[in-house]
Nanobody, 127 residues
Framework: QVRLVESGGGLIQAGGSLRLSCAAS????????MGWFRQAPGKEREFVAG????????YYVDSVKGRFTISRDSAKNTVYLQMNSLKPEDTAVYYC????????????????????WGQGTQVTVSS
C-alpha cells in the first residue's frame, strides 16, 4: 500500500506561484510513475501533469504548459508541481496519484490508470 500526502496548497493572487509537494510512503518510490490531477467544484477530475518513474518523460495538459513544472526527488520520495503565473481558473483541489510499478515509460493521463491517490490540497487563485 502506498500512502500519498500532498502539501503546499493555499490562497494566492493571480500571477503568483505555488509549489505543491507529494510525499510517498513507499521505499520503491523510484519505480512509480506519478501524476497530478485537479478537480474544480462541479467538474470532473482532470489530468494536469505526469512524470514517468525514470523522471525522463513528462507531459502536461495544454492549459498549464509553460506555467507548471512537474519534478521528482527519489531521495526524498517526493514529487513536486511548481505552478507559476497562476490564474483563477487554476482554482481546484489538487491530487497526487501513483501508478503501480511498470516497465514502460509512458505518462499516464487518465484517472483509472492510477492506483493510489492522496487526499488532495486546495489551491485558490483570486483575481
Amino acid at each position: 500500500q502506498v500512502r500519498l500526502v500532498e502539501s503546499g496548497g493555499g490562497l494566492i493572487q493571480a500571477g503568483g506561484s505555488l509549489r505543491l509537494s507529494c510525499a510517498a510512503s513507499l521505499r520503491t518510490f523510484s519505480n512509480l510513475s506519478m501524476g497530478w490531477f485537479r478537480q474544480a467544484p462541479g467538474k470532473e477530475r482532470e489530468f494536469v501533469a505526469g512524470i514517468t518513474w525514470s523522471g525522463g518523460n513528462t507531459y502536461y495538459v495544454d492549459s498549464v504548459k509553460g506555467r507548471f513544472t512537474i519534478s521528482r526527488d527519489s531521495a526524498k520520495n517526493t514529487v513536486y508541481l511548481q505552478m507559476n503565473s497562476l490564474k483563477p481558473e487554476d482554482t481546484a483541489v489538487y491530487y497526487c496519484a501513483a501508478k503501480r510499478p511498470e516497465t514502460v515509460l509512458i505518462v499516464r493521463t487518465r484517472t483509472w490508470e492510477y492506483d493510489y491517490w492522496g487526499q488532495g490540497t486546495q489551491v485558490t487563485v483570486s483575481s
